[in-house]
């Protein structure tokens, strides 16, 4: 299974994975599933750390790296698809990695049910 991670799953699998239920804790451990975190995560990081939103104290794309994540870039294909989707959701990077998670056709992990409003596969 192709799992992409929301930004705050990434953030809990990092530092606080006891927020994480069971079933995800499970898919993120299984070798069978390939997990991926969108350059989309590192832009939403990176520019709360610099608006002072958020501690960021390590490299996301290193961190990506050495948590055996997979990085997945986005592309103008996956931007496309923002046109024509319903405003359910507000926020651009949330958007955008519904629009990812659309384009390839990877479960979405999220504790955000509104994900489910535009289709995609929601764990």
């Known amino acids: 299974m192709k799992i992409l991670l929301d930004t705050h799953i990434f953030l809990w699998a990092l530092a606080e994975p006891e927020k994480l239920d069971a079933k995800a804790r499970a898919m993120l451990e299984t070798r069978a599933n390939t997990i991926y975190v969108s350059a ?3 832009a939403e990081l990176t520019i709360k750390a610099s608006l002072g939103k958020l501690p960021l104290p390590f490299n996301p794309v290193d961190m ?3 948590s055996g994540f997979e990085m997945l870039d986005f ?3 996956d931007a ?3 046109q024509n989707m319903p405003f359910h959701h507000r926020d651009p990077f949330d ?3 519904v629009a990812q998670a659309l384009a390839h056709d990877f479960y979405l992990m999220s504790r955000d049910e509104k994900f ?4 995609c596969k929601l764990i």
């Open 64 to 66: 990506i790296e050495r």
């Open 116 to 119: 489910s409003d535009y289709g």
């Open 80 to 82: 496309l698809l923002l």
């Open 40 to 42: 989309i995560t590192v």
């Open 95 to 97: 958007r955008m990695l």
């Open 75 to 77: 592309s103008g294909n």
